[in-house]
DNA sequence: CGCCGCATTGCAACCGATTGCAAGTTTCGT
DNA sequence: ACGAAACTTGCAATCGGTTGCAATGCGGCG
């Protein structure tokens, strides 16, 4: 069927050991026979077979890329920044979508089938445990987006989500928002939960203040905005917390569909800082998440983590930072 | 390092044939074997290299999933059917992100060289010479969303573009629209020109119209907003057809920026019918596409193309239907 | 009891590559 | 011109599995 390497060093009359020399970096061949072989892999259209290598090398160059998050546009922004950085250095993505799956089991089963050098776990809702199963499949991951610890148990390279909740509750606050409510992503996203305590932490230190919290049924428009119009059936806050962009974006559709204004009758503040935020008719005041440099960060985690795969687990925090558009009231 | 058919073998105390055979379907294992086996693989933790088989069998269940379009949200949607579509057969996809490459051959010598059984070409900008790299490399390739022909070179599945111009130019005329424009994606973009086509076929049918036509850089918010704000600092029609949906929710956007409604000062119809278009503040008047059953029967011809290599070309085409929503006046 | 046929099993070659080792060839200093 | 050091090169084993083939064992039948 397909040319090999055999087949090459017939055409060259060499062995098939010099063909696999000139074909690896550093390998001790003459110019000579470098030639010979080059003019008869070109001939030939020939390029070597990189699962039959990696069965002597032990790498395939092969990574897991899973997620469980392909309702949320910021995704399609993700996988742009993943697979380009993984291309860029000469790693092939397989895909795992994990919608409707929580257990690792499967998952790991079949990367370990195709050997995958390294996992990428990309969601803010998995638990820690789940990259962990890779873990101690002896399969190295690095968990973006995942649930920061000070001492993790895999690396982990995100955002501090307990921070931003404290972050954005101070945001309402420093706007004089007296009713103020959490609008999150699931119960058992990570992420919801802690951006839940960071909110909840902050807005404890104060009396004066009205507290509420709501939870959507997932990341998503739709979520969101039918758990902002629940909230508005009965008597909802005036500033809110959304767990992330698309979830804000979902309730800002609520709120116009009550005639009400965001910024002026009710604040909104989002996190993620999404390409759509910054569409016009959005104008999202929301609280800036470095995905380009989480992801670059991630990648760069793998690659040291094929150099070295007994690497001490690492977590990898980035900072976040407000971004102030049109719905959220100026600061008092 | 990894637990190997020989470990197994040797614990069940059997030939590393008989393992082998336990986990082939339809191989020849008495019952008792069989156990043994299990028993010792289930103890060991054993699961089989697929890329180690795929050596000798020539299958590896990869398929290279190629896209060039990441900036569209309409891709999110489309990635995530893909991915369970291929899961759901047991085949894994293996992402090629195209972004700034034009050129096939790359991708050709990259998906070779990790011996994908098939190669899915997901764009609706490429032309039919992309795919056929791959059919002339002997990969077998479908290119979904790509240009139709009555007499395709490879397998094609997705819409009638040209069509799509047609049924949109006769959707603006039914509704009294006299100045019409066609906002395409980028010229270089088959389903851009072929929208153009069938767009022009129709309208110069008639004498009373007035025909504008141009081409956003390509499929995305910005571009379709940049092009729609050049096009209101002149004399803009007053119907457009923006040759996609997300092209038209930057017009949209446009618009709005110059106080203009939508259905009202001016018409606008996409095409796609994303999620995003159902939106209660976008509410899109657009021409569906019929997304998932164009990736599940992308997908069955991948399978089917794994029976049969040598399978004649084929062009699957769907029919697509006007959905009518808020930005185009009431037919008159 | 003997023979036949079938299901099961192991041997060994092979899939397409890599790599340690030893033999052969250059290169270079003196 | 000679010998040692440095390169090149091919052989053969190996990576983890699969599979054709021949050998083995079994049951059944006459």
New interface residues.
Partial sequence: ??VTLKDVAALAGVSRSAVSRTFTEGASVSAKTRSKVEKAAQELGY??????S??TT?R?K?IG?ISNN??N?I???V??QF??AL?ERGL??????L?DETEPANSV??L????VDAVIVASSTLPPSFAKAFHDA?VPVVHTFGRSATSPEVHVVGIDNVECGRMAARELMARGYKRVGYLGGPKDATSAMDRYRGFMEEVEKYTDLEVSHSFADNYS?EAG?AEMLRLLEGAPADGYFCGDDILSIGA??AL??HGLKPGIDIGIIGLNDM??SR???VSLTTIHQPIKQIITSSVDLVEEMLKDPARYPEARIFPCRVIERGTLRPRS
Same sequence: chains 1, 2.
Wanted: net charge neutral.
């Fill in positions: 069927m397909s390029s070597p077979n990189a699962l039959a990696s069965l032990g395939t092969l890329l392909f309702h546009p995704f399609l922004e996988f742009d697979t380009r291309q092939r993505p397989l895909i795992v979508n919608t089963r079949m370990r089938q195709y050997s002896g428009f905005r800002l559709s116009s569909d390409e759509m569409w016009e008719s």
